[in-house]
């Protein structure tokens, strides 16, 4: 099994290049996804994040108000320490899990948004990042999701600069150009990870 550890800024075009990969017949871990899947209404999960913030974290067709956890969460250290206490060890699981499923020669990628930020590269076999020039990044978000350039901006500033998450790739897929230059560099990238996945 070759573990792959995915990442890339936000709008760098990541989830298109996960998309692409398990096109391919990679399996894909979207850590991001399982960890929403994990507090859906009816999951344990969600029982104690209401536990342990309150029903004002809910909307009124019970699932989680993802905002307003967050602006709870992203204002006080020891609250959010409390969420990843819950929500963690439960992705974790399901993470180990998929794994687990997944054939013994298989290429498996996590899609980890913050690997650089949370040092995660040693636990992968190969680490590729997503690149794009923030300006590209920023322009995207606006078209792609109606997010103002302050807060576009704003996010990008609060993840790691482009030079750290370099400095841990292995393998680079520039991605700011049109989506077939972008699905010719992901053949690439897949030659040199089934060539990597045959040696063993």
Same mark, same amino acid.
């Given at each position: ?33 399982? &960890? ?11 029982? @104690? ?35 990843? &206490? ?12 998929? *794994? ?49 350039? *302050?807060?576009?901006? &704003?996010?990008?500033?609060? *993840? ?35 060539? @990597?996945?045959?040696?063993?």
């Amino acid at each position: 099994m070759l573990k792959i550890g995915l990442t890339g800024g936000i709008g760098s075009g990541k989830s298109e290049v996960a998309r692409r990969l398990a096109a391919r017949g990679a399996v894909v871990i979207d850590a991001d996804r399982i &960890a929403r899947e994990v507090v859906e209404p009816g999951t344990p999960g969600l029982a @104690r994040v209401v536990a342990t913030f309150g029903e004002g974290v809910l909307r009124p067709d019970g699932s989680l108000n993802r905002e307003k956890l967050g602006a709870i969460v992203f204002a006080d250290p020891d609250k959010l320490a409390s969420l990843n &206490a819950i929500v963690h060890p439960l992705v974790g699981e399901r993470v180990a899990r998929a *794994q687990s499923e997944a054939d013994a020669d298989a290429i498996v990628v996590y899609d980890v948004p913050l690997l650089a930020e949370n040092k995660l590269a040693p636990m992968y076999d190969v680490v590729i990042v997503v690149d794009a020039p923030d300006e590209v990044r920023i322009a995207r978000l606006a078209e792609h999701r109606g997010m103002p350039e *302050q807060d576009a901006k &704003a996010r990008i500033a609060a *993840q790691a600069s482009r030079e750290d998450r370099l400095a841990v790739a292995d393998l680079v897929i520039p991605n700011d150009g049109p989506l077939d230059e972008l699905e010719a560099r992901v053949a690439e990238v897949w030659q040199e990870l089934l060539l @990597r996945a045959s040696r063993g």
